[in-house]
């Protein structure tokens, strides 16, 4: 205590007006405890009842992943909902069960969007709409107070705290921070001298981050029960089949097949071939003869997933390319509709259509312009 600290039996005051004493505040909305640090479980209490409460709002305004589509409400999650869970996580250290429950948090923003009410398929659902997990935004958040930490004004609050710090357990605290950040320890691993420190730019810190993120990811894939993630593309990025002209039906045959939730699993009869079995994706790619279907050869394992991961980010140049496509994209719209049929035939009360209906906004947005419309556009 300082001379200038009031006795423990008076209020201190600030402008001759009375501050309570108390165990626990909240200080630009961050509370801490009686110990003057970073209260850990009230932050992230605080963080996710906001999150969830937020995405519960959209929902009762009407604003629903079935009407915007699942991207578009990603994307609004992530710019809009995520970052009131982000609010103080920069500045502070958390355990593995803190970041689960941040996880949780998300997950369940996540369920709203995608229609479900399990876990099932998370990893599938991260990496289709290229969303970081919550472990993984924690790290890059933290990455960037640190670099941001050089950078500041002797003014700011920071470097006046810092002083102060270095006087007790809060300097050492600090440094192990920066010490366990992944991405900032594979930036500096190299260079550790203040003056190099000093020449790090966003631009470090963003290449740092891709590969965090790539190095995640892969290991997630190599986890036991990852076999959909690893059907997946292998780049990072959203995944084509979630922005692609589709007719909304198509779109979502595709991101069900991709989270498994086409074949269901359960033994029963099969619509196709009348036998009794369990409705797995192996029976159901044999039962409907994909490959041949498809002309894929048998040494692929997944040949739905093949062609998925192989459709275009932009109208291809090449005119093979456009003809395979004109060949396979209806076919594997119509065939995933089959499997669907077969796994869920209560949904369906007419005959299927035929082939030529599949796929069409596709194949008009591969079509290249015609020169008639070309030189409208350019006069
Ligand atoms: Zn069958």
Same mark, same amino acid.
């Given at each position: 205590?300082?001379? /200038?600290?009031?006795?423990?039996?008076?209020?201190?005051?600030?402008?001759?007006?009375?501050?309570?004493?108390?165990?626990?505040? /909240?200080? %630009?909305?961050?509370?801490?405890?009686?110990?003057?640090?970073?209260?850990? *479980?009230?932050l992230? $209490?605080?963080?996710t009842?906001?999150?969830?409460?937020?995405m519960?709002?959209? *929902?009762?305004?009407?604003?629903r992943?079935?009407?915007?589509?699942?991207?578009?409400?990603?994307?609004?999650?992530r710019?809009?909902?995520?970052p009131?869970?982000?609010?103080g996580? *920069?500045?502070?250290?958390?355990?593995?069960?803190?970041?689960?429950?941040? +996880?949780?948090?998300?997950?369940?923003?996540?369920q709203?969007?995608?229609?479900?009410?399990?876990?099932?398929?998370?990893?599938?659902?991260?990496?289709?709409? =290229?969303?970081?997990?919550?472990? $993984?935004?924690?790290?890059?958040?933290?990455?960037?107070?640190?670099?941001?930490?050089y950078?500041?004004?002797?003014?700011? &609050?920071?470097?006046?705290?810092?002083?102060?710090?270095?006087?007790?357990?809060?300097?050492?605290?600090?440094?192990?921070?920066?010490?366990?950040?992944?991405?900032?320890?594979?930036?500096?691993?190299?260079?550790?001298?203040?003056? #190099?420190?000093? /020449?790090?730019?966003?631009?470090?810190?963003? =290449?740092?981050?891709?590969q965090? %993120?790539?190095?995640?990811?892969t290991?997630?894939?190599?986890?036991k029960?990852?076999? &959909? &993630?690893?059907?997946?593309?292998?780049?990072?990025?959203?995944?084509?089949? %979630?922005?692609?002209?589709?007719?909304?039906?198509?779109?979502?045959?595709?991101?069900?097949?991709?989270?498994?939730?086409?074949n269901?699993?359960?033994?029963?009869?099969?619509? =196709?071939?009348? +036998?009794?079995?369990?409705? #797995?994706?192996?029976?159901?790619?044999?039962?409907?003869?994909?490959?041949?279907?498809?002309?894929?050869?048998?040494?692929?394992?997944? !040949?739905?997933?093949?062609?998925?991961?192989?459709?275009?980010?932009? !109208?291809? *140049?090449?005119?093979?390319k456009?003809?395979?496509?004109?060949?396979v994209?209806?076919?594997?719209?119509?065939?995933?509709?089959?499997?669907?049929?077969?796994?869920?035939?209560?949904?369906?009360? /007419? !005959?299927s !259509?035929?082939?030529?209906?599949?796929?069409?906004?596709?194949?008009?947005?591969?079509e290249?312009?015609?020169?008639?419309s070309?030189?409208?556009?350019?006069?």
């Open positions: 205590m300082s001379a /200038t600290d009031p006795l423990p039996t008076q209020l201190p005051q600030l402008y001759q007006i009375n501050i309570q004493r108390a165990t626990t505040f /909240t200080y %630009l909305g961050v509370p801490f405890n009686q110990h003057g640090c970073i209260n850990n *479980a009230a992230i $209490d605080h963080n009842t906001a999150t969830v409460s937020a519960n709002i959209l *929902a009762s305004i009407g604003v992943a079935r009407c915007l589509g699942k991207l578009l409400s990603t994307r609004l999650y710019q809009f909902i995520r009131k869970m982000e609010y996580l *920069a500045i502070t250290k958390f355990t593995h069960e803190d970041c689960k429950i941040l +996880q949780e948090s998300q997950n369940t923003c996540l709203k969007i995608y229609g479900t009410k399990t876990n099932q398929s998370m990893a599938v659902i991260h990496h289709l709409a =290229n969303l970081e997990y919550m472990t $993984d935004r924690v790290t890059t958040l933290q990455a960037k107070f640190i670099l941001r930490s950078n500041m004004s002797d003014d700011a &609050l920071f470097p006046i705290l810092l002083p102060r710090a270095r006087q007790t357990k809060g300097l050492r605290a600090w440094n192990t921070f920066v010490r366990n950040n992944t991405i900032w320890k594979s930036i500096t691993a190299t260079t550790t001298t203040e003056d #190099s420190i000093a /020449t790090i730019t966003t631009k470090d810190i963003k =290449n740092a981050t891709k965090h %993120l790539k190095t995640t990811y290991q997630r894939c190599q986890r029960n990852s076999k &959909l &993630l690893n059907q997946c593309r292998k780049q990072l990025g959203i995944d084509p089949i %979630l922005w692609l002209p589709m007719t909304p039906q198509e779109r979502i045959l595709c991101i069900f097949y991709r989270l498994g939730w086409i269901n699993h359960h033994q029963q009869s099969c619509p =196709n071939c009348h +036998q009794t079995t369990r409705l #797995s994706k192996q029976h159901l790619l044999s039962c409907h003869h994909v490959h041949t279907f498809l002309s894929i050869s048998t040494t692929i394992n997944d !040949p739905i997933s093949y062609v998925l991961n192989r459709l275009p980010k932009s !109208p291809p *140049a090449s005119f093979n456009r003809l395979y496509l004109k060949i994209w209806p076919k594997l719209c119509f065939i995933l509709h089959q499997l669907h049929r077969t796994c869920r035939p209560e949904q369906y009360t /007419t !005959p !259509p035929p082939i030529n209906n599949f796929g069409q906004p596709l194949l008009q947005w591969i290249p312009p015609t020169t008639s070309a030189s409208s556009i350019n006069s």
